[in-house]
């Protein structure tokens, strides 16, 4: 079975700093790999997806993810924190159990951004 | 959005007291997953659906069954609810098995 960690379980930045949530997978072939945000007692929205082709992919808001097969890393970044960013992201990546993939998350990142 | 809704949205109950959850689309999907999320633990799979009446377990699927009668509805329920099952439930849903899951705003359950 997939395991994805998320390294830091909080991460706290400074408006207008860079943003790095860190997530590793394990797993022996390529899987579609996926960031959400979740919003306080809000449910998670898609933020971006990795699926084929371009390994540096983008998404909504600013943020942007690099698949790096050698390293079994898909890292979040976003050149420049706003206070609007402050929420919980989670990394999923997909398990091919048979014809039925199904998500595996992280434990998630909280992320704080200071004024 | 999406259009899913969770009913209830915040439900408190007693130990040992049948509880269900409801899930309804109108996106017309195929697959329906149920998720608690707990702090420290992320989102955990509880059951999947593939189609009315095709149903699977998930990651912590114990003390819980779905039912699927229709594509637009899915349904959890506890049997007989335990205090480890207060959680925040979420409903998921998605065209392919493979495609980006869109998740409902929850079901807060306490179970005292």
């Known amino acids: 079975a997939q395991s994805v960690t998320q390294l830091g379980s909080h991460v706290s930045v400074s408006e207008g700093a860079l943003v790095l949530l860190r997530c590793n997978y394990s797993?022996?072939?390529?899987?579609?790999l996926f960031w959400y945000v979740q919003y306080p007692n809000q449910g998670l929205q898609l933020l971006l997806k990795?699926?084929?082709?371009?390994?540096l992919v983008k998404g909504i808001n600013g943020f942007e993810a690099e698949f790096k097969k050698s390293e079994t890393s898909f890292h979040l970044t976003k050149p420049s924190a706003h206070m609007s960013d402050a929420a919980e992201y989670f990394c999923?990546?997909?398990?091919?159990?048979?014809?039925?993939?199904?998500?595996?998350f992280g434990k998630g990142t909280l992320l704080t951004v200071n004024p | 959005d999406a259009g899913i809704t969770q009913s209830p949205r915040h439900k408190v109950t007693e130990t040992g007291t049948p509880v269900t959850l409801r899930c309804h689309q109108t996106?017309?999907?195929?697959?329906m997953y149920w998720y608690r999320q707990d702090p420290g633990h992320g989102l955990r799979l509880i059951h999947y659906?593939?189609?009315?009446?095709?149903?699977d377990k998930g990651e912590v699927s114990d003390g819980y069954s779905v039912s699927r009668s229709k594509t637009e509805d899915f349904l959890l329920t506890l049997e007989s609810a335990t205090s480890s099952q207060t959680s925040v439930y979420f409903c998921?849903?998605?065209?392919?098995?493979?495609?980006?899951?869109?998740f409902g705003d929850g079901t807060r359950l306490s179970i005292l």
């Open positions: 999923a990546v997909t398990d091919s159990g048979g014809s039925n993939y199904k998500l595996t």
């Open positions: 998921a849903i998605s065209e392919r098995s493979n495609q980006p899951q869109h």
């Open positions: 990795y699926t084929t082709g371009a390994t």
């Open positions: 659906s593939y189609g009315v009446k095709d149903t």
């Open positions: 797993s022996s072939v390529p899987p579609y």
């Open positions: 996106e017309n999907h195929r697959y």
